[in-house]
């Protein structure tokens, strides 16, 4: 039986430093009852504050220091330089292969069985001293979809900067020179939205996700400037390629986002990947009824479907995952059974309360 995974923080609390800024009248709120995305904002909050403290810390033994040596030296004066470390991303590089071409064409979908999870993969987190919080990076849903389709159509643009012929008489530094520029096309977006917190919980995955898809490309730039080893590229390239385009996809059938004609390649490479993936078989026997009821929740929880039909497919199976992922509720096997219909039904009553 499934449970809930609930990540306790309870000891860098008790350590004084605050969960959420909220005001000290205002009502305890539970670890428990915060959302993935909120429990993320409040990591993110206090690995800052942490940060912070080590480098202040830092700063006072190098002062200390710097005195002790002014004592035993004559005066020398020591000066002692901080940064604060992010930890590394990680990467599900898939054994594929995709080009820009004049709307990113040209992907091919062997080896990849399914899109990569962005979770946290490359999200920023909050750098110590910027002052920058959670509540400063949070996008209304609006301006999500505004942005992002202004950063694929700016791609598109850079994209067809070269004509097919163009690009096949490259050779290989210079057709990665000019996927790498494709790629920095949207790096305004991605520094915008790589540690954002958006409105609905389906959409910070679907922004995560995307974000992830470009922090691989823009590892694969460093890995051919650092190896010039075309697979290892060529699989960071690629398996960004397709997290991208998993989210555009359905950002594109569910949210009614516009995207110029470069979506066309996306949706073709995606259905290539679900083919490959086979048939979505995990929940064939579950009761029709059930799957309905699942999909209406799945609507009203902002993980959106479809129109609820009782058949389990791909897009419903996804949303399940996702829902359990980002509340916290494992193992995310995106099975149909009571346990799944209760803990839905408890997160749509904790919405309206």
């Given at each position: 039986m499934?449970?809930?995974?609930?990540?306790?923080?309870?000891?860098?609390?008790a350590?004084?430093?605050?969960?959420?800024?909220?005001?000290?009248?205002a009502?305890?709120?539970?670890?428990?009852d915060?959302?993935?995305?909120?429990?993320?904002?409040?990591?993110?909050?206090?690995?800052?504050?942490?940060?912070s403290l080590?480098?202040?810390?830092?700063?006072?033994?190098?002062?200390t220091?710097?005195?002790?040596?002014?004592?035993?030296?004559?005066?020398?004066?020591?000066?002692?330089?901080?940064?604060?470390?992010s930890?590394?991303?990680s990467?599900?590089?898939?054994?594929?292969?995709?080009?820009?071409g004049?709307?990113e064409?040209?992907?091919d979908?062997?080896?990849?069985?399914?899109?990569?999870?962005?979770?946290?993969?490359?999200?920023?987190?909050?750098?110590?001293?910027?002052g920058?919080?959670?509540q400063?990076?949070?996008?209304?849903?609006?301006t999500?979809?505004?942005?992002?389709?202004?950063?694929?159509?700016?791609r598109?643009?850079?994209?067809?900067?070269?004509?097919?012929?163009?690009?096949?008489?490259m050779?290989?530094?210079?057709l990665?020179?000019?996927?790498f520029?494709?790629?920095?096309?949207?790096?305004?977006?991605?520094?915008?939205?790589?540690?954002?917190?958006?409105?609905?919980?389906?959409?910070?995955?679907?922004?995560?996700?995307?974000?992830?898809?470009?922090g691989k490309?823009?590892k694969?730039?460093?890995?051919?400037?650092?190896?010039?080893d075309?697979?290892k590229?060529?699989?960071?390239?690629?398996?960004?390629?397709?997290?991208?385009?998993?989210?555009?996809v359905e950002?594109h059938?569910?949210?009614s986002?516009?995207l110029?004609?470069?979506?066309?390649?996306?949706k073709?490479?995606v259905?290539?990947?679900?083919a490959?993936?086979?048939?979505?078989?995990?929940?064939?026997?579950?009761?029709?009824?059930?799957?309905?009821k699942?999909?209406?929740?799945?609507?009203a929880?902002?993980?959106l479907?479809?129109?609820?039909?009782?058949?389990?497919?791909?897009q419903?199976?996804?949303?399940?995952?996702?829902?359990?992922?980002?509340?916290g509720?494992e193992?995310?096997?995106g099975?149909?059974?009571?346990e799944?219909?209760?803990?839905?039904?408890?997160?749509?009553?904790?919405?309206?309360?």
């Open positions: 499934r449970g809930k995974r609930w990540t306790l923080l309870f000891a860098a609390c350590a004084g430093t605050a969960l959420l800024a909220y005001p000290a009248s009502v305890t709120v539970k670890w428990e915060l959302t993935n995305a909120q429990q993320k904002a409040a990591y993110q909050s206090l690995e800052s504050e942490n940060e080590r480098a202040q810390l830092k700063e006072l033994q190098a002062q220091a710097a005195g002790s040596s002014a004592d035993n030296n004559g005066g020398a004066s020591a000066d002692g330089e901080t940064s604060a470390g930890a590394a991303d990467d599900d590089a898939a054994p594929a292969d995709a080009s820009d004049n709307a064409s040209g992907a979908a062997q080896g990849i069985a399914g899109s990569g999870s962005g979770g946290d993969a490359d999200s920023g987190s909050t750098a110590a001293g910027s920058e919080s959670a400063t990076q949070r996008k209304d849903t609006a999500f979809l505004k942005d992002i389709g202004a950063s694929f159509e700016k598109q643009t850079e994209a067809g900067t070269c004509s097919a012929d163009q690009i096949a008489q050779s290989a530094s210079d990665w020179a000019y996927r520029r494709c790629a920095e096309a949207e790096r305004d977006f991605y520094e915008a939205y790589k540690g954002a917190q958006l409105e609905s919980l389906n959409l910070q995955y679907l922004c995560d996700e995307y974000c992830a898809g470009l490309q823009y694969a730039e460093t890995a051919w400037k650092d190896t010039q075309a697979d590229t060529s699989q960071l390239y690629s398996a960004g390629y397709y997290n991208r385009a998993y989210a555009l950002l059938d569910y949210y986002l516009e110029p004609d470069g979506y066309q390649d996306l073709e490479a259905d290539k990947m679900n490959a993936a086979g048939a979505e078989t995990r929940n064939a026997s579950a009761d029709s009824a059930a799957v309905k699942v999909q209406e929740l799945l609507n929880l902002g993980f479907c479809g129109t609820p039909d009782g058949i389990c497919g791909r419903t199976v996804s949303c399940i995952e996702r829902f359990q992922t980002m509340y509720f193992p995310a096997d099975l149909i059974d009571d799944l219909l209760g803990q839905m039904q408890e997160m749509l009553n904790r919405q309206g309360a």
